[in-house]
């Protein structure tokens, strides 16, 4: 049945409206994951003696200590990057097919996720760099299945995260709390994680712990899959009690007025936009890495404006790169209707323009760096309105990527939102006021810097209209094109 399956996700692949897109996509992550494999060996060989010769530290108790740490980064990346198994499972409930069989074949194809197995390019070539300095070789093979056991326990607890919100703010609760007590020296919990890691080295039963672990979540992960694996509840989409939502003040803006209605009512009502909202929220915060100097390679002026343009377009890059995907539910019947093109744009630009001078106002305690900081803010806020906004508006045109607005999941991007196009796009969106603000810093002064990005912004906010209307002409050549792609269910 499991090879039934597997032709079945060949067959979906190759049969795809996008399969060229698709295998073009993959073959660009398969260079991606060589780079990180390449990566994590190097840090893997040269972790032990950097620990051993330039810390003068006892390489695997340093390991471990901060393992936990190594653990709760995995979980993260999981929970934004990690894509969940999906399966056509409607269909397969009418066949003769057990329902033990569906569930074990949607959980199993998780394991094979190149986040559990990505981990081992590190793990493997730091054991061989430990048995090559003396350590026990029965030992140091049984610290490695705990450690593998542990990495397989985070991916079962992203599949619970991403599917029940209960353990999702447990989750998020302890590793915030714990983050915290850590932050503030109220509770160290590497005093407690660090013997329990070195204790599967050396106590030969310890490394049995994860494994039950990892056999336990994936006990509750197959009971909960299989409770909701029926039409009636599980794949049931749910309702609610509507609100009504009138808005009325924007009634005077006409048919822009409604166009922006219901893009208030989309990021209030679904946890995919009320996820990109928090995300714009927490990008504000983006510059403290920059403004602190906390990091010393982000100290230099082309870097600056760089947290200016991140600052205070947070919603603007998180929002703006979907349209006009955020509507991909009913974009059909929206382009069956007689309804201006040029209308619906300009009720996306300006719910980004709004968004931006929000959050640049929120920036405002950026002036204790100093008022040159913030002014870096301000003039990649004004870049953002004038330029940046058209470009997310551009290679919104090329991501035909449908949105399911009832998950959280893909708030930073989607792999199939990227292509040739959008990538080009992309460019001048960093690299133009990065260029400006380096080329006036250093041929006149910071402030001629300053000058000449806000300068650009003011140009392309000037000639917004006909911005509009260039923009509105692909949006209507791509327009088939994008309503048979939202067509596609795999």
Same mark, same amino acid.
């Given at each position: ?97 057990? !329902? ?5 074949? @949607?959980?199993?194809? /998780?394991? =094979?996720?190149? %986040?559990?197995? *990505?981990?081992? &390019? ?114 049931? !989409? ?5 609100? @009504?939502?009138?808005? /009325?003040? =924007?009634?005077? %803006?006409?048919? *822009?007025?409604? &166009? ?133 508006? *551009? ?96």
């Amino acid at each position: 049945m499991f090879k039934h399956f597997i032709t079945l996700e060949w067959k979906a692949l190759f049969r795809s409206a996008g399969v060229g897109m698709t295998i073009g996509i993959k073959i660009l992550m398969g260079f991606l994951a060589v780079y990180f494999m390449v990566i994590y060996v190097l840090l893997g060989v040269g972790a032990f003696y950097i620990i051993k010769e330039e810390l003068h530290l006892e390489p695997l108790s340093t390991v471990c200590k901060y393992l936990i740490y190594y653990l709760v980064i995995d979980l993260v990346v999981r929970y934004f990057f990690q894509k969940m198994p999906v399966l056509n499972i409607k269909p397969l409930l009418t066949l003769p097919i057990k !329902k033990n069989v569906i569930v074990h074949f @949607t959980l199993g194809k /998780t394991v =094979l996720s190149f %986040f559990n197995w *990505l981990h081992a &390019f590190f793990f493997v070539p730091f054991s061989i760099a430990l048995l090559v300095n003396g350590y026990d070789p029965l030992k140091v093979i049984l610290w490695n299945i705990g450690i593998a056991a542990l990495i397989y326990a985070n991916n079962f607890i992203n599949v619970l995260i991403n599917n029940k919100n209960s353990v999702f703010y447990s989750v998020l609760g302890i590793v915030g709390g714990l983050g915290l007590a850590q932050y503030y020296k109220v509770f160290d919990i590497t005093v407690f994680t660090q013997p329990f890691f070195q204790g599967m080295y050396e106590m030969s039963y310890v490394f049995l712990l994860p494994i039950l672990a990892v056999v336990g979540l994936y006990y509750f992960a197959f009971v909960y899959f299989k409770s909701n694996l029926n039409l009636d509840e599980g794949l049931a !989409k749910k309702s609610e009690i509507a609100k @009504t939502e009138n808005y /009325t003040w =924007l009634n005077q %803006f006409g048919t *822009l007025g409604t &166009f922006l209605k219901n893009d208030i009512r989309l990021l209030k009502r679904n946890k995919r936009s009320r996820t990109t909202v928090i995300m714009s929220v927490i990008f504000i915060f983006y510059g403290l890495l920059f403004f602190t100097q906390a990091i010393e390679s982000y100290q230099n002026p082309a870097m600056q404006v760089f947290a200016g343009i991140f600052v205070s377009g947070g919603f603007l890059f998180t929002f703006g790169q979907f349209i006009p995907s955020w509507d991909s539910a009913y974009y059909q019947l929206m382009m069956s209707q007689n309804i201006p093109y040029k209308e619906y744009i300009k009720s996306k630009w300006w719910l980004m323009v709004i968004a931006t001078v929000i959050s640049t106002i929120l920036a405002s305690f950026y002036l204790f760096f100093g008022v040159h900081t913030y002014l870096l803010i301000v003039v990649g806020a004004i870049f953002n309105i004038g330029v940046n906004s058209h470009l997310v508006m *551009l290679g919104g045109a090329y991501v035909k990527t449908p949105i399911d607005l009832t998950t959280g999941k893909g708030a930073f991007g989607d792999t199939q939102a990227f292509n040739i196009k959008t990538m080009l796009i992309a460019i001048p969106k960093l690299g133009i006021p990065m260029l400006l603000y380096a080329l006036g810093y250093y041929v006149f002064s910071p402030n001629i810097g300053l000058v000449f990005v806000a300068g650009a912004g003011i140009l392309g906010f000037a000639f917004r209209n006909y911005m509009f209307s260039k923009i509105e002409k692909i949006y209507k050549t791509e327009k088939y094109a994008t309503i048979a792609a939202y067509k596609q269910k795999n």
